[in-house]
């Protein structure tokens, strides 16, 4: 069973930037896609970016632009940098992969 563990999560002022990191119990080139999901409050899980083994990355239409995905090998550590916040960006944010393995979340909340 892998476990990932998301963090870097908290509390942000709109237009401000927050980092979150995901750890995996083994090594995320064994992955074919890592991806990172969000869940706001009284909505539905949404896909907020993924990565692929071979490095390519796709964003959903929010996040373009505003998000980057990375990741560290070596670490076995997936990235998402979020620049220029927006309350509406206040949700669980989730480490996921091609295997169907979610990490516990972490809460972002962008507020004033």
């Given at each position: 069973?892998?476990?990932?563990m998301?963090s ?5 002022q ?25 869940q ?7 896909l907020?970016?993924h ?6 990355s796709n964003?959903?239409?929010f ?7 990375s990741?560290?090998i ?8 979020m ?5 509406e ?14 990490g ?5 909340t962008?507020?004033?």
């Amino acid at each position: 069973q892998v476990q990932l563990m998301e963090s870097g999560g908290g509390l942000v002022q709109p237009g401000g930037s927050l980092r979150l990191s995901c750890v995996a119990s083994r090594s995320i080139f064994s992955f074919n896609i890592m991806a990172w999901h969000r869940q706001a409050p009284g909505k539905e899980r949404e896909l907020v970016a993924h990565i692929t083994r071979g490095g390519i990355s796709n964003y959903a239409d929010f996040a373009e632009g505003r998000f980057t995905i990375s990741r560290d090998i070596v670490k076995n550590t997936l990235y998402l940098r979020m620049n220029n916040l927006k309350p509406e960006d206040t949700a669980v944010y989730y480490c996921t992969n091609d295997l169907n393995n979610w990490g516990k979340g972490t809460l972002v909340t962008v507020s004033s």
